[in-house]
């Protein structure tokens, strides 16, 4: 017990990094994500087309190969190694968050890109006709209904980005899984740091929805009234009249 | 880049391709079978299978995949030593790294399969549950022949999701020592000297296989929407 | 207390059933003999639906007996499966299955439940499907046909079984008026040819034609059971009264 006393205790000095890895690459993936979906959506044509290529091919690749190549990669490049640029790549901690935020966007672009498509067109013509400008056929029609049908999959998105966070330590960034795999190597104890660190990661999970969900009903739209089997993969696009019995 | 792969590193790669398919499709495969598995399960009248079908999904959807994986990797060796010699008095066989690796993988995968499956489930009308049982179909045929076509044209496109997410999975088989697409990556950044050459190879492998999935799958979407539609 | 005669169909015997405290089914007795024709009409949440969805085993109920050509109604999975292969059922909903075409709708219990040859089963759909009228839709799926078309198929689905009791539930009540006719003639030809039939709906003009019996059901009872002549001009019964008042204005 002892032992789990002190195990916990060295692990968690690793939260602070975790957390702010996580919080840093969330809110820069956020802005840089809005930016992008909306460059796409307002522009389109072959620069449009070739900015979702890039974002469909950074989806594609695992996130632990683009650590590599930024981490062990880019500082052999001289243009990295002798100016300024250093001082970040040199850090294992900003390759993560580089790396992270570059991930983040490919993935939280595409889920308000889908959002955006699939705001009913009736609701745009309705507040077009009543004669809102574009910006507030925006704010009033088209922003709400995004919000509503991206936030499962954005919701899941910010968990994935949190789980992934763990991969840092893979260079040498020491947050709870730095921690737990470090205690692991020297003690020889497997399950006592890994599932320590496996109970915190749980915890900061449960944190994420519970905010999330705070913060959508803060924003004043209503919590979305899901069925709990639909609140994950949303399926809307399949749904068909249930059928109803007398 | 020509000369390196004509130089013995084509065929690493190649090899290594092989290894990171089969470590995908066969994790890919048994997400699926748990994700139809606990879909059952979870809608079966046993008390609280519903609760321990939510908390698994709840706490593997949570875990980073690679706590998962070592967590398995170092134990699951111990284990199947201790059985296999209370059971053969002590053979001298060791266990595969892919084992953990795929069995991780697929638990993880497995939880968004559950998920996912549930979702499509419940989309499909309690009528056509009914036209099957009163048509005489037992459970079974009821199951394969009615609800699962059903399911799988309604989640298709996030199953295509779900099997590029399987195949990025196997780069995490690299940190155990399996000779996958990014280890032989790193091994020939480090040994050559050229690092940008040889991670290039690797992202390509992986985006030209990601567009290739895609495709199929878009193909495979549209098929099944030819065919099933509403009601 | 065992008055099943040989040429009963269906005989029901005090079902009940009840969720909580509120009573679905209270104390139901029918007898349906083989080749009638019944008519069940009422108000709806009388129960209706969920008497002939006890018929075969769609719903348990929690009291009382139900005996189908002579085989005691039980939760038994096997003893349901063996009474629902000789009892077809039409939906509201026509329920087709729409990732199949409308002859593998047709094909797929005679396959699979009676272990008929594929090209039996076809033969015998196309000839149900001549029946209701639409052979050549065969190969379309059920999301390309118009609502009635749609369940005619859902009757001719039921029909490739060879049942010897049909059950409808409100058959036309999620068609459009001017198709709900063409449902209704295809299910006289089967009155015509002998068929056991129970149906619920409110086509009155319908139930007239065809019934042997009318049975009208009210808060989980059946109030009355008449002959359509005596149904129609002098229902018994103050609640049927106001029923049929409503529903023929």
Redesign the interface.
Known sequence: MEKLIAYAHEILQGLGTTLTLFIISLMIGFVLAATVASFQIVFRGPVSRSVWMAM??I???????IL??VY??FP?LPVVRETFLWSAFSSPFWCSVMCLVLVEVAFTSEIMRGAYYQTPKEQVEAARSLGLSRFQTFRVAIFPAMMRNGFPAYT?EV?ML??????A??VTVMDI?GY??EI?ARTLD??EP??I??TI??C???LCRTVLAKLFSLIGLSAPEQ?R??R??S?QT???N????? | MLGYLAAGWGWQFANAFGISILAAVSSFFFSMLIGIGLTLFSRAPIPGSRAIVNSYTYVFRSLPDILLLLLIFYTLDGVFQAALSAFSGGANVRLSPLVPAIMSTSIVLGAYATELFRAGWADIPAGQHEAGQALGLTRLHSLVLVILPQVYSKIIPHLGALWLISMKETALLSIIGISDIVRVASIGARSTGAPFVFYGIAIIIFIVFAAVSARVFKHLERRSQTTAGGI | MIEHADHAAITIYSMSKWFGTFRVLDGIDLTVREGERIVVCGPSGSGKSTMIRCINGLEPFNEGRVVVNGIDLTSKARILNSVRRNVGMVFQQFNLFPHLTVLENCTLAPRWVHKVSEREAERMALHYLEKVRIPEQADKYPRQLSGGQQQRVAIARSLCVKPRIMLFDEPTSSLDPEMVKEVLDTMADLAQDGMTIVCVTHEMGFARRIADRMVFMDRGRIVEEAPPSDFFSAPRHLRTQQFLEQILN
């Open positions: 469909f091919a989806r594609g690749v695992p996130l632990l190969l590599y190549v062990y990669g052999l899941t968990i949190c789980k992934s966070t763990a991969l330590f893979t899984m737990a795999n692991r497997v399950y890994l599932l660190a496996g990661y749980i900061l999970a449960i069925p089997s639909r994950w993969w399926l399949f749904t068909r249930r059928e109803v019995r007398t």
